[in-house]
């Protein structure tokens, strides 16, 4: 018999990004195998800040995916930059969480996504009280995140929310986090708390490996989200476009500073794709020399899902993010690594990749590492046994 299981998330598709991808494979590979998956969610609206067309106008919506039964519940919906809508949306969320605790069963065992940090503490504080096992799966390690991207300051809210992270690992059955830096984090605030390592493996077949055309310049890469921790608009005005063309897709908060700084400088060969749907993009990506990976600051904890799905699709890659998303490129061979934040660095280094040596076996060998050491399947197993 299989066993009930519920996921509380804020991000789902069809919403966008890494957050959504992450757990909606954690979703379906659950339900795939011995479990009954029921996940809550809000009215999908991120990364535009609008609930999306099909939504608007209700409280709940509930559909049925793949097997998995999916309730999409309300939010004020905002992307503003101002702290305080921001905190109304996540409260309204909270809300609605408590709403729907209050009046439907809620399965024994619970996975809960952190960040944001008060929807996480609102479902702790709820569902503790039903003596739930709950589950953390930990993505990003707020608030030392938006420390580091300078979105918070030390003052008392920050304290507020280290009182609020700590208030959830302490009632957390089990902690995932998708890097040894936030296992470390935890178990250095509560030594004996049980932690498991659950990186965001992709799970997708894989495609042929083909070579690229080239017109003497090499096709640099960038997919995924346009926000302030990626900083695609200052990498588009740093970079040397000598010898290369870069190619963005995506959407998100830099969007509108991209496009114009593409219209002031039409010279420069970058090019604006927009934003793609994830299995349309894999196949754009095969066409293309390398990606790139940025992050505009070195934040703890975090290592880019990228890199485990571009390993998949044997892209090489130009990681330039710092931390120990630098170590997963290095020990496994699946490109180059610069400076974080340093952009004379960033350019030296592309300056040192010849198209030539972009080979059919090196790409290869990057498809058979993500076969060998980046296997979702294998890591669900073991996850199973924990849960």
Not at 42 to 68: A, M, Q, W
Not at 328 to 344: E, Q, R
Request: proline share 5%; with cysteine; aromatic share 12%.
């Amino acid at each position: 018999m299989k066993k009930d299981i519920l996921i509380i998330t804020s991000y789902f598709p069809p919403e966008i990004g890494a957050a959504s991808n992450r757990i909606f494979q954690l979703a379906n590979g659950l339900q795939q195998t011995d479990f009954n998956v029921t996940v809550l969610t809000p009215l999908p609206n991120y990364p535009t800040g609008k609930i999306f067309d099909g939504y608007t106008g209700k409280f709940r919506h509930v559909s049925e995916e793949k097997n998995i039964i999916i309730n999409r519940l309300w939010i004020y919906a905002s992307n503003s930059k101002n702290k305080l809508l921001r905190l109304i949306a996540m409260l309204s969320y909270s809300f609605s969480l408590i709403w729907f605790f209050m009046w439907n069963k809620i399965p024994k065992t619970v996975i809960v996504q952190s960040p944001p940090l008060l929807v996480a503490f609102t479902s702790m504080l709820f569902l503790r009280k039903k003596n739930k096992t709950i589950i953390l799966n930990v993505s990003d390690l707020w608030p030392i995140a938006g420390l580091e991207l300078g979105a918070l300051k030390k003052n008392f809210s920050y304290k507020i929310l280290e009182k609020i992270e700590y208030y959830n690992y302490s009632k957390a059955n089990l902690v995932l986090g998708q890097s040894e830096e936030i296992l470390t984090h935890v178990n250095s605030i509560f030594a004996n708390k049980k932690t498991f390592l659950y990186r965001n493996f992709p799970n997708f077949k894989f495609p042929k490996i083909q070579q690229v055309p080239s017109n003497g310049k090499l096709k640099i890469v960038y997919a995924g989200l346009l926000g302030i921790a990626q900083g695609i608009h200052k990498l588009c005005t740093e970079l040397d476009y000598s010898n290369i063309e870069l190619h963005i897709y995506g959407s998100g908060a830099e969007q509108s500073q991209i496009e114009i700084f593409i219209s002031l400088n039409p010279k420069l060969p970058i090019f604006f794709h927009g934003r793609v749907a994830r299995h349309e993009l894999h196949p754009l990506l095969m066409n293309y020399h390398i990606s790139i990976i940025p992050l505009l600051n070195r934040i703890y904890g975090s290592v880019p899902s990228k890199i485990f799905e571009y390993a998949r699709l044997g892209l090489p890659m130009l990681y330039f993010g710092g931390g120990e998303g630098e170590d997963v490129i290095n020990n496994n061979n699946l490109g180059w690594v610069a400076t974080s934040g340093d952009y004379d660095n960033l350019n030296s280094v592309i300056s040192t990749i010849r198209i030539e040596s972009l080979s059919l076996d090196r790409k290869q060998n990057i498809q058979d590492t993500a076969v060998r050491n980046f296997d979702f399947n294998r890591q669900l197993d073991v996850l199973k046994g924990v849960i």
